[in-house]
């Protein structure tokens, strides 16, 4: 079982940025490909940004230019760093670990709240 553990959510003015943080210390992380997913109330969850193994990245087209997905192996740790925030990015942000050949882990999940 490996555990994820988010930071970093909060609220914040329109326009503003935040850094969300999701730490993995019990895994074989520099080999898991890393995701940040989204779900507003009454919304299914989508995918928000996601990095592989090897660094390579793609994102969801409404954060395209605006949020940067980025990871650091030594500390287990991935970021989401979220600028020109709008008032639809609000949702709770979860984190996914995506091991080689499975299963995913998912974390608790951190609330952003985007004021306009």
């Known amino acids: 079982q490996v555990q994820l553990v988010e930071s970093g959510g909060g609220l914040v003015q329109a326009g503003g940025s935040l850094r969300l943080s999701c730490a993995a210390p019990g895994s074989i992380f520099s080999i898991n490909a890393m995701g940040w997913y989204r779900q507003a109330p009454g919304n299914q969850r989508e995918l928000v940004a996601r990095?592989?193994?090897?660094?390579?990245?793609n994102y969801a087209n409404p954060v395209k230019g605006r949020f940067t997905i980025s990871r650091d192996n030594a500390k287990k740790t991935v970021y989401l760093q979220m600028s020109s925030l709008k008032p639809e990015d609000t949702a709770v942000y979860y984190c996914k670990s995506t091991p080689p050949g499975g299963p995913d882990y998912w974390g608790q999940g951190t609330q952003v709240t985007v004021s306009s």
């Open positions: 990095i592989t193994s090897g660094g390579f990245t």
